[in-house]
Each structure stands twice: as structure tokens, then as C-alpha cells.
């Protein structure tokens, strides 16, 4: 028998959460991440849109960001007549809220943490910040790098001789922002479906990315650790756990810590009398030279032939483009396509209810109508000045 449609597209096979209803207060970097997290798992999210959206500059519209896939949007303006009404409306039909907003804004708008769960006691409500909801830095601006610069995590990573490398937004936003707050929510929902009672996740980047270094800090308090950058065994500083140049200008990434992938992994290199060199430190700098040396005698792709099928955990280090041709990566769907556009497939796996992707981006306010109808909130309906412009500047 087939099943039943449920809202959003949505059918009992498309993730474990489907029938969870989300809505996010559209912002941007962890917060709309998070979201997809959720909506990859299944999740109906519901994005509340603003007229004029986002600044210009910080990434494609809102219908080009992939974030923003397997998510519906309506357009609420909060501040317009009525607009609190349609999104507290919202909130008694949802099982978790996601926000992003610098403490104290969402409420001011009306729609904090009070006024949400006074409308629905059982409701999750997910607040994502750098900083966090209190402490001296609570009210000011910042960005993953500052978040990451004050917990110690950036301060690893980097050659000893230059500046700390910048991580993309991968270990700040994302790692210790988005996936903290989808673990606070699961867990909260978890309590919430048994005890009837919501409650609010405080996820802060500093708090996520310095749960992240847990080990580096034991490591350190028992003297197995450097506090300083490219001296320590997955930092950089051991020769066979890092990146070495090949003669064409690729790069091969090396992680041969234990001693019998290190066995394969020189002898495949053919690096002769420098292997012995391993065991004392004192002689890294020697062994890293040789082992550079012998990169530079071949191209990237004839490396990852001699290396492959082995053990030696030496891996070709791929470009964004060149990523979703891998053998590896194609033979497990680690990349889909979706109208045209290859992007991540969702993850972690299922094996009875796994993830899908349903539908790509939407432009702002596309789903308010269908949203309207089926989280029975007929007043949804946009008001006149919640409506978008005809023509919106390009990156809005």
C-alpha cells in the first residue's frame, strides 16, 4: 500500500524525523545549516522570510543557497501589523524553532523564548549564536574566526612560522555551531515528547568549538601536547601527518601515525635509510625534507596509483570541483545532484529511513500559501507589505 502524502512533500520514507515540524527564523551561516540538517533528516522546515532579505554580498539569494534546500519559505515581516501574530501562529503548530539573532532581538520583536512558549509549552526553542545569550561578549558582533581565535582552536592550526590558517567556516560555524545546536534540539525534543515540557538550547560557537578540543586539552594536562602550533603529532608538526607538493602542484595528505601503515607508507614511497628517522623528534625536520623530496618526483595522479589499494593512509587532496568524481565517493552517493547542481548527499545514513533530497532552494515566500494550508494557519496568508519587490538586488 502506498503511503500517505504528508505536509511538505513529505512521505514516512524521506528520514527518520519526518512529521517534525521546524520553523527557522531566516538568518544566516549555522542557523540555516542546522536547518537543512534537520529538513536533510526529514524534517518539514518552514523558513520565515523577511522582505528585502538578506545584505547584499554575503552569499547567493536565497533561492540559489543550497542551505536552504528540502525547506519551504514564507514571507513575515515581524515588524509590520500582524506579522508577530502569523509567526506566533506558526509557533503553536511547530515542535522546534531555530534563531540566530543577537541576544535580546528576537524579544523585541516579540517573538523570544516567552512569547513562543507561551503559545506552545512543548515547543523546542534553538538559539544560535557566536557569543552565546550571556557574558561581556554576548551583545557584539563577530564571525567564526573570532569566535574560534578566543577558544584556543584556532590557535592549532597553521604552520609554526605563520599566522593561524583560517578553517573556512567549517570547524566555527558549522562544526561548533550547527551541529551542537541539531544535538541540543534532538535531545530537547527527546525530553519534550516525554514530559510534555519545551525548553530553550543555548548553542554558542565558543562553547561548541571548545567542547571540540577536549582531547587536545587532555593531551595537554598530561604532557603529550605542545601549546604551540606545527609541534604536535596532528598538527602538522610530525612528517607523517600532513600535506606534501607533488611535481605537478598537487598535493598528496599523509596520515601514517601507527607504526605498520608507516611501514607501507615508506616503502611505497621508497623512502630508503630516512624511514629510520621516525622515532625521535629531533630528527622530523630531516625526515620531513626527504619524504618532500621523494613527493616531488612524481605527479599527483601517478601517486594516488602507487598508493592505492593500500594501507598507508595517503590520499590525494581533492579540489571542491574534483571531489564528487572520486571512486570512493561515487560508489557511496556522497554527492547528489539536484536540479543540475552537485552538492552534498544528506548524511548520516539510514537504513530503513534515509534522508533525500525533496527539493532544492526556494525563492523567499514561495511556500506560504501551501504552508498556510497545511499547518492549518489560514491568516498566514501574506499581507500586502510582506510581499517582495518585483526586481531584488542581485545577492538579496
Known sequence: MTEPPLPGGATATDGPLTGVRVLELAGI????????????????????????????????????????????SVLVDLKSPGGRDR???????????????????????????????????????????GWGQRGPLAPRAGHDLTYLAVTGALGTIGRPDDAPAPPANLLGDYAGGSLYLVVGLLAAL??????????????????????????VH??????????????NLLDGGCPFYGCYRTSDG????????????????TALLDLGPAAALRDDPAHWDALRAAVADRFLTRTRAQ?????????????????LREAPAHPHLVARGTFATRDGVPQPAPAPRFSVTPGTLRRGPVRP?????????????????AAPSDHLPDHLPEGR
Open 29 to 72: 551561516g549555522p542557523g540555516p545549516f542546522a536547518a537543512m540538517l534537520l529538513a536533510d533528516l526529514g524534517a518539514d522546515v518552514v523558513r520565515v522570510d523577511r522582505p528585502g532579505g538578506r545584505e547584499p554580498g554575503l552569499g547567493p539569494g536565497p533561492e540559489r543557497d543550497l542551505t536552504h534546500r528540502n525547506k519551504r
Open 303 to 319: 601517486w594516488t596509483e602507487v598508493f592505492d589499494g593500500s594501507d598507508a593512509c595517503v590520499a590525494p587532496v581533492l579540489s
Open 365 to 381: 515566500g514561495a511556500d506560504t500559501a501551501e504552508v498556510a494550508r497545511d499547518w492549518d494557519v489560514p491568516d498566514l496568508v
Open 218 to 231: 587532555g593531551l595537554l594536562a598530561a604532557g603529550h601536547w605542545q601549546d604551540r602550533r606545527g609541534a
Open 87 to 129: 509567526v506566533l501562529a506558526l509557533v503553536a503548530r511547530a515542535d522546534l524553532l531555530v534563531e540566530g539573532y543577537r541576544p535580546g532581538v528576537a524579544e523585541r520583536l516579540g517573538v523570544g523564548p516567552a512569547d513562543c512558549r507561551a503559545r506552545n509549552a512543548r515547543l523546542v526553542y534553538g538559539r544560535m549564536t
Open 250 to 265: 598537487g598535493y598528496m595528505a599523509v596520515g601514517a601515525l601507527e607504526r605498520r601503515f608507516y611501514d607501507e607508507f
Open 190 to 215: 527527546h525530553h519534550a515528547r516525554a514530559t510534555g515540557v519545551g525548553q530553550v538550547v543555548d548553542a554558542a560557537i565558543v562553547d561548541g568549538a571548545a567542547h571540540l578540543t577536549t582531547l
